[in-house]
C-alpha cells in the first residue's frame, strides 16, 4: 500500500482563513439567535434541513377555511390526537372515526376532523387559530408525530414588480415603541429581518442567506426594501408584529416579471401601457417620462375621474384608464418614443414599472423561406454620420450596428442566435440574415439616428418551411404568395433555375414569359401567385419566387409533384394496411414512400436520397412500417389515428420518376373486425413514367 502526503500551498491556507474570518465578520447571527449562521456545505444544515421538512407550514387569510392535511387512511386499531400548543384539541380511533371527542365546545364548533384519514379542517379562520398544530398518531406498528405552523393573516397583498426594481413592502399600522418585528420569507419560513434578537417561533431554523446584502430593515415603520429585486426572488413574504404579547400577521405574495415591458405602435395609431392591478381607494400613481423623468400625470383612488395633468400638451393626447391607472396614447407621434416610468404608491409597498414605446414611421410584412438569406432594406441614403442600430424580439437584442455608441432601447446582451449570420452594409444600412431559421421569426426594428433625431423602421418577419403540394394530373394548381405586390416591386418566378416569368407592380397585368411556359400558366396581378391551368408530369419539380421590394428581397420554394394517379384509402385504427405499388419491380428502380405535407421519408430502397423528401425520417413509424424489396409494397402494422394523410410513392426507373397518392383517412369504428388486414391496390396507368 502506497500513501501520498497532499501538501497545501500556502495561498490556499491564506484563502481560507480568510473565507473562515469574512463569515464570522459579516453573517448576521443575530437572524438564528446563539446559534452560527448555517450554510449549505454544513452538515449541520443538512440535518436541520431535514428536521424543518417534517413541519409543514400553512398561511391562510383570515376567515378563510383551512385543512391540515394528513395524506395517510386511518386503519381500525390507529389512534390520533390533535394537540395546539400543549393543549389537546380532539381525539379519534379507528373505531369511532365518525364520532371523535372534542376537548371543548370552541374547538368542536370550529373544526372538523376528516374521518378517512384524520386531517383538521378549520372552518371559518380568527387570528388566534395562529400557532403550532401537532398531530400523534399511534399504530399497531408504530407511533409518529408531525407539525403543521398555520400563521391565520390579517391582511393579504399581491404586489407585482420588475425585475431589478427596489421594492417596499409596507407594514401600515404606525410603529409603536416595544414592538417586535419579524420578516419571513417562503414555505418554510426562512427569516430575513427583524428589529429584535429573540426568535419568531414560526421561522424556519435557519436563515435566508441571499437576502442578506439585498434587503433593509427600517426600524422606525418596520418596512422591508428589497433591492434589485432578481427572478429568484417571488414568493410569499410574512410580516408578523408582536404588540404587548399580541401577535398580528401579514402576507405579500410578490411575483417578478423579467424585464421592463417593450412596445412597438405605427406612427398615428393608438397604444396601451398597460397596469392590470385594480387602483384602490387610497393608492397613488404617477406618470413620468424621459430618463429625465418628466411627470405627465398623477391620480389617487379617489380622485381617478380627475387625473393631474403636468401640461396640455399631455393632456390633449393621452388618457389614464380609471380602474388601473393605464397610459392610452392617442394618436401616437414619433416624439411619443422613450422611457416612460409608472410608479405605484400604496398603503401596503411601493415600486414602480417601466415601459419602454417605440412609434416606428413604417411596419412593413416579410414572408421568407427557411434557409434563404433575406435583406431588410433600410431604403434611405444613409449620411456620413448617422448611426444605425438594428434590433431583435421584444427585447430589443442588438443584432448590429455601425458605431461604438450604444442605444437606449438596447437589451444588455447581443443575441447569440444570430452569431455568424447577419451582415451590415454600411454604405447602405441594410441588414442580411443568411440561412434564416424559423426561431429568427420576429420583430427587426431598425433605429437611424441623424443629427440627434432618431427614426424607426419595424419589420416583422415570418419564416416558414418549404411549400409541398400534390395535385393529381390534369387538375389545376395554384403555387400561393399572399402578400400584395406594390408598384416598385419585382418578382421572378423559377422552375428549377430556368426562368417561367416575372412581373412588377406597375406592369403587374403585363409579366413577361419565357415562350415555353406563357400558354401553361398564370401569374396573378394582385399577389403574384402562379396558376398552372392543366399539370402535367412534367410540371413536377421545385419552384423558387424571388420577391425585390424598396423593404427587402427574398424567396419562397415550391415543391410540386404531379400524379399519375390518386386513391382515397379507409381504414380502422388498429389493422395492418397494405399500399402496394402494383407493377413488377425491376432491378436498379428506386422506391421511395413519403408521408405528410412535409414529404417525410417513411421507407426507401435505396441510399440515394429523394429530392421531395423531408430532411428528417418521421419517427412515428419506427417500427410500424415495412417495405418489401420485391414489391415495393408498403405496409403499416396497427395503424394508428395520428397516421392519417397522404401518403406518396415515388419510383425513379431508368431517370424517369412517377408518383402515385395514397390519401389515408384511419378511423374509430368498429365496424369491421379487429386485426382485419386492408390491401389497396393500384393499377398502373401507361406511359405514367416522365423525367424528373
Not at 426572488?233 to 401579514?250: Q, T, V
Amino acid at each position: 500500500m502506497s500513501y501520498r502526503l497532499l501538501v497545501i500551498p500556502p495561498s490556499i491556507s491564506l484563502f481560507v482563513c480568510f473565507l473562515n474570518r469574512f463569515i464570522e465578520t459579516n453573517c448576521p447571527r443575530e437572524l438564528v439567535p446563539g446559534k452560527e449562521p448555517d450554510f449549505p456545505w454544513s452538515a449541520q444544515a443538512a440535518s436541520q434541513s431535514q428536521t424543518a421538512s417534517l413541519q409543514v407550514n400553512e398561511s391562510v387569510l383570515k376567515g378563510d377555511s383551512v385543512t391540515l392535511n394528513y395524506d395517510t387512511e386511518i386503519q381500525k386499531d390507529d389512534k390520533i390526537q390533535w394537540k395546539f400548543g400543549e393543549k389537546l384539541i380532539a381525539e379519534m380511533t379507528g373505531e369511532n372515526r365518525e364520532n371523535p371527542q372534542w376537548t371543548d365546545d370552541e374547538f368542536r364548533d370550529q373544526m372538523k376532523l376528516e374521518p378517512q384519514t384524520g386531517s383538521l379542517f378549520i372552518q371559518q379562520t380568527r387570528s388566534e387559530h395562529s400557532g403550532l398544530y401537532k398531530i400523534e398518531i399511534n399504530t399497531s406498528d408504530y407511533s409518529t408525530f408531525r407539525l403543521f405552523s398555520l400563521i391565520v393573516c390579517d391582511e393579504q397583498k399581491s404586489v407585482s414588480v420588475m425585475m431589478g426594481e427596489d421594492v417596499t413592502l409596507r407594514v401600515n399600522p404606525q410603529i409603536q415603541t416595544g414592538d417586535k418585528i419579524f420578516w419571513m420569507f417562503g414555505d418554510d419560513n426562512r427569516a430575513i429581518a427583524k428589529n429584535t434578537k429573540e426568535k419568531c417561533e414560526e421561522e424556519s431554523e435557519y436563515s435566508d442567506l441571499r437576502f442578506i446584502p439585498k434587503v433593509y430593515l427600517d426600524r422606525h415603520t418596520g418596512d422591508l426594501t428589497i433591492k434589485t429585486i432578481s427572478i429568484s426572488d417571488p414568493g410569499e413574504y410574512k410580516l408578523k408584529i408582536i404588540r404587548n404579547g399580541k401577535a398580528s400577521f401579514k402576507l405579500f405574495n410578490v411575483t417578478v416579471s423579467e424585464h421592463q415591458v417593450n412596445k412597438s405602435v405605427l406612427k398615428g395609431h393608438p397604444v396601451t401601457l398597460n397596469y392590470k392591478t385594480g387602483i384602490q381607494k387610497d393608492d397613488k400613481i404617477k406618470w413620468k417620462f424621459g430618463t429625465e423623468e418628466k411627470l405627465i400625470a398623477e391620480m389617487t383612488g379617489e380622485n381617478r375621474e380627475n387625473p393631474q395633468w403636468s401640461d396640455d400638451e399631455f393632456r390633449d393626447q393621452m388618457k389614464l384608464e380609471p380602474q388601473t391607472g393605464s397610459l392610452i396614447i392617442q394618436p401616437t407621434r414619433p416624439e411619443h418614443t422613450g422611457l416612460y416610468k409608472l410608479e405605484i404608491i400604496n398603503s401596503d409597498y411601493s415600486t414602480f414599472r417601466l415601459f419602454r414605446l417605440i412609434v416606428c414611421d413604417e411596419i412593413k410584412s416579410v414572408p421568407v423561406m427557411k434557409g434563404a438569406d433575406v435583406t431588410l432594406r433600410a431604403n434611405t441614403e444613409i449620411q456620413t454620420g448617422d448611426e444605425i442600430f438594428w434590433m431583435f424580439g421584444d427585447d430589443n437584442y442588438t443584432l448590429a450596428k455601425n458605431t461604438k455608441d450604444e442605444f437606449e432601447e438596447k437589451f444588455k446582451h447581443y443575441h447569440l442566435k444570430f452569431e455568424g449570420e447577419v451582415y451590415l452594409n454600411r454604405q447602405t444600412g441594410d441588414l442580411t440574415i443568411k440561412r434564416i431559421r424559423t426561431d429568427h421569426t420576429g420583430e427587426y426594428k431598425l433605429k437611424i439616428i441623424r443629427n440627434g433625431k432618431a427614426s424607426f423602421k419595424l419589420f416583422t418577419v415570418t419564416v416558414s418551411a418549404q411549400v409541398n403540394e400534390s395535385v393529381l394530373k390534369g387538375r389545376p394548381v395554384t403555387l400561393k404568395y399572399d402578400t400584395e405586390i406594390q408598384k416598385d416591386d419585382k418578382i421572378q418566378w423559377k422552375f428549377g433555375e430556368k426562368l417561367i416569368a416575372e412581373m412588377t407592380g406597375e406592369n403587374r397585368e403585363n409579366p413577361q414569359w419565357t415562350d415555353e411556359f406563357r400558354d401553361q400558366m398564370k401569374l396573378n396581378p394582385q399577389t403574384g401567385s402562379l396558376f398552372i391551368q392543366q399539370t402535367r408530369s412534367e410540371h413536377t419539380g421545385l419552384y423558387k419566387l424571388e420577391i425585390n421590394t424598396r423593404d427587402y428581397s427574398t424567396f419562397i420554394l415550391f415543391r410540386l409533384i404531379v400524379c399519375d394517379e390518386e386513391k382515397s384509402v379507409s381504414v380502422m385504427k388498429g389493422e395492418d394496411v397494405t399500399l402496394r405499388v402494383n407493377t413488377e419491380i425491376q432491378t436498379g428502380d428506386e422506391i421511395f414512400w413519403m408521408f405528410g405535407d412535409y414529404n417525410r421519408l417513411v421507407a426507401k430502397n435505396t441510399e440515394e436520397e429523394c429530392e421531395e423528401g423531408s430532411e428528417f425520417l418521421d419517427s412515428i413509424f419506427k417500427p410500424k412500417v415495412y417495405l418489401n424489396h420485391q414489391t415495393g409494397d408498403l405496409t403499416i402494422k396497427k395503424i394508428r389515428s395520428e397516421r392519417t394523410g397522404e401518403y406518396k410513392l415515388k419510383i425513379i426507373r431508368n431517370g424517369k420518376s412517377s408518383f402515385k397518392l395514397f390519401t389515408v383517412t384511419v378511423s374509430d369504428s368498429t365496424e369491421k373486425r379487429e386485426n382485419e388486414s386492408v390491401t389497396v391496390e393500384m393499377p398502373l396507368l401507361k406511359a405514367e413514367m416522365h423525367r424528373f
